[in-house]
């Protein structure tokens, strides 16, 4: 698979923050994806983008695919307790051979009330 | 069903035992994909299915691992001969091609546990 630098590696933050997430490649993804997961679950999907530019919200949630389609990043705005988490980063090659994601190693977000 | 389901939650194998997980994905999507999570949340993919067809296995260690998915039955993921370092979480996860990419939906994982 393909390597992704996710960064920064941890965070820790205050209730009502601002957060910001990003992630490189050295190839260029059809498809970015951002995943949440909590302990002892599967990730949930919070965000997907296809187009290269592309800024898209849900909620406190906002991600952009990089113009270079090398890259995406992900904002949580006002941060609340619940935000806690491991977010995952995933680029998708749309081939002939499939659809597999190549994910980030996460950034793990702390929330103190 | 709504949510991809995984069975079973946690499995314990000794070394060289048999491990068989099972998936069902969301109803109508037809695409199923195999994930392995291991230490340091490294998420490694194993293989995929459109259909009851291997879509793409390029992540599978082919000596003991394989996987189906047939018709009106859960997908599964079989190890034969487990060893220690397949110890890990094995997530499924199924989408529905749209038409810029296909979203991935996971399960809760299953955790195996190769003593």
């Known amino acids: 698979g393909q390597q992704l630098n996710q960064s920064p590696q941890s965070m820790f933050i205050q209730e009502g923050e601002d957060v910001s997430m990003n992630c490189t490649s050295s190839?260029?993804?059809?498809?970015w994806l951002w995943y949440k997961q909590d302990p002892g679950e599967g990730p949930v999907l919070l965000i997907a983008l296809y187009k290269a530019g592309e800024l898209t919200s849900n909620g406190r949630l906002t991600a952009q695919f990089g113009i270079t389609r090398k890259d995406s990043f992900l904002n949580i705005s006002a941060s609340i307790p619940s935000d806690v988490g491991i977010y995952f980063c995933a680029g998708q090659l749309k081939s002939n051979s499939g659809y597999a994601l190549n994910f980030g190693k996460g950034t793990s977000l702390l929330v103190t009330p | 069903g709504e949510e991809v389901a995984q069975t079973p939650k946690h499995l314990v194998r000794g070394e060289g035992q048999k491990a068989k997980l099972y998936c069902a994905p969301i109803?109508?999507?037809?695409?199923v994909f195999w994930y392995q999570q291991v230490l340091k949340n490294e998420f490694k993919f194993l293989i995929s299915f459109q259909n009851e067809n291997v879509f793409d296995e390029t992540g599978m260690p082919k000596e003991r691992f394989s996987a189906k998915c047939l018709p009106n039955s859960p997908c599964s993921l079989e190890i034969q001969a487990t060893k220690l370092e397949d110890s890990a979480v094995y997530f499924c996860?199924?989408?529905?091609?749209?038409?810029?990419?296909?979203?991935?939906?996971f399960g809760p994982g299953t955790r195996l546990t190769v003593t």
């Open positions: 190839s260029i993804f059809n498809t």
């Open positions: 109803k109508g999507h037809s695409y």
């Open positions: 996860a199924s989408s529905l091609l749209g038409t810029g990419g296909l979203e991935q939906y």
